[in-house]
């Protein structure tokens, strides 16, 4: 279950969103990814735990290695977002309704 | 993998043909000024009235920011909009999502004319195909994270 804390912590952390960029470029695996960033691979290892689990990037065994991809489901922090926006402006809305309108505003 | 809609029914006090108007015709009365795509704030919002039509704001100047189209326009029953805002609020051509809202009317209690509004987002999975403008807005703070730290403050405020 993705929820939208999980997803908050996962890019609070520099590293990690320096990891999810990475993977966001292309499908790569851990060696390539800890190549190229200043950090050492078990570490990276943890920082894609964390954004696995946070349903933003998914693995697929390739051979012998992993390879991590972003993960559609990435779109669940998006729509934790989006599901406030529309409560709020929905709420506006049947107020509006519900108001008289200015004369100006008149068909 | 799908993201779900998101879906909202509300009831409001009006018949059919006020609740449609005041959705399309009257947005920028109830569109959160905040949400702008332009550098300033917009005076109108526009929903053109015809399928196909162009879905924009307009600021004080007169320059227009583009949000989407109309794909469905059947008043005062039906709406459906095309949503082609980005995670970092942006107009996207490429991006596609749907808005669809239904009218219908219905009695209150005391007898006066009212109406179920059914709303839908779908489409959502659009955003996470949208991988290179994903990595693009993550870092900015006006970005997807920046939105999503706003977000956050305003849930936990």
Redesign the interface.
Known sequence: MTTYGA??DA?GDPTR?SV??LV??RPQPVGELAARLPVSRPAVSQHLRVLKDAGLVTDTAVGTQRVYR?????????????????????A???????QD?APE?R? | ?S??P?V?T?T???PPE??F???T??MA????GE?HLGDKPFVDVVVEPRAGGRWYERDAEGAECTWGRVLAWEPPGRLVLAWQIS?DWTYDPELVTQIEVRFAGATGPDGAAT?R?D?E?RG??????Q??E??AS??SPGG??G???A??D??GG
Do not use: C, Q
């Open positions: 997803v908050l890019l969103r999810l960029e966001a470029e972003l993960d559609a489901r990435g779109a669940a922090a998006l729509r934790a977002y989006l599901d406030r926006f529309w409560d709020d402006s929905l506006a809305y049947a107020r509006a309704v519900e309108l505003e068909p | 993998m993201t779900d998101i909202r509300l409001v006090a009006a006020r609740a108007e005041v959705f015709a009257g009365r109830w569109w959160n949400y995670a109406t509004v709303f987002h959502l999975d659009a955003y996470g195909e991988a290179a994903m990595r993550l870092g997807w994270g939105l999503l730290e977000f956050a305003k849930a």
